[in-house]
T-cell receptor
Framework: DTGVSQDPRHKITKRGQNVTFRCDPISEHNRLYWYRQTLGQGPEFLTYFQNEAQLEKSRLLSDRFSAERPKGSFSTLEIQRTEQGDSAMYLC????????????FGPGTRLLVL | GDSVTQMEGPVTLSEEAFLTINCTYTATGYPSLFWYVQYPGEGLQLLLKATKADDKGSNKGFEATYRKETTSFHLEKGSVQVSDSAVYFCALRTNAGKSTFGDGTTLTVKP
């Protein structure tokens, strides 16, 4: 399977704990995006990378959130001191990097903060 | 800022009925427009796209035309099937970065 993969698919944690999610994009895709989706709403942009450079961050991305893409391949999204409001589906997408390219989405990581 | 407004759901249709899901947008610049579909238990999949005014995107019997004058990108299908039951998201992108999505419309097709 050469699609976007995410790990884990589900995560249950207690409030105050730190969590880390991983995204593996489609091979050779330069751009990688993170979105958050809550029930009944569409995905909301969080941040994106061009290779290893983080080019844009949403105001939704508080200082408890950090994302990295150290070698321009996989990416990690870490949430520190989780809150119940962080419960959501976290989606990763990748694209080739051209102006009007298609973004391919992974299956998502569903986070539940108790 | 950019925004997308979709017809509220849920939408329930009988098999072979005609489908329209309305989508309007607000954006600076000249956005590309997309429809994504999310089947139960699966991730978002691109259904169709249009990158400039008057372009028509089509796929799997679905169509949408980029209407700049009405800032709309309505999704249509002439005859829906039970297998079309899913959540449909309209989205725009004005640069090579983030996409802005609508809240989704749930379609249920009954046999």
């Amino acid at each position: 399977d050469t699609g976007v993969s995410q790990d884990p698919r589900h995560k249950i944690t207690k409030r105050g704990q730190n969590v880390t999610f991983r995204c593996d994009p489609i091979s050779e895709h330069n751009r990688l995006y993170w979105y958050r989706q809550t029930l009944g709403q569409g995905p909301e942009f969080l941040t994106y990378f061009q290779n290893e450079a983080q080019l844009e961050k949403s105001r939704l991305l508080s200082d408890r959130f950090s994302a990295e893409r150290p070698k321009g391949s996989f990416s990690t999204l870490e949430i520190q001191r989780t809150e119940q409001g962080d419960s959501a589906m976290y989606l990763c997408a990748s694209s080739l990097g051209h102006l009007e390219e298609t973004q391919y989405f992974g299956p998502g990581t569903r986070l539940l903060v108790l | 800022g950019d925004s997308v407004t979709q017809m509220e759901g849920p939408v329930t249709l009988s098999e072979e009925a005609f489908l329209t899901i309305n989508c309007t947008y607000t954006a600076t610049g000249y956005p590309s427009l997309f429809w994504y579909v999310q089947y139960p238990g699966e991730g978002l999949q691109l259904l169709l796209k249009a990158t400039k005014a008057d372009d028509k995107g089509s796929n799997k019997g679905f169509e949408a035309t980029y209407r700049k004058e009405t800032t709309s990108f309505h999704l249509e299908k002439g005859s829906v099937q039970v297998s079309d039951s899913a959540v449909y998201f309209c989205a725009l992108r004005t640069n090579a970065g983030k996409s802005t999505f609508g809240d989704g419309t749930t379609l249920t097709v009954k046999p």
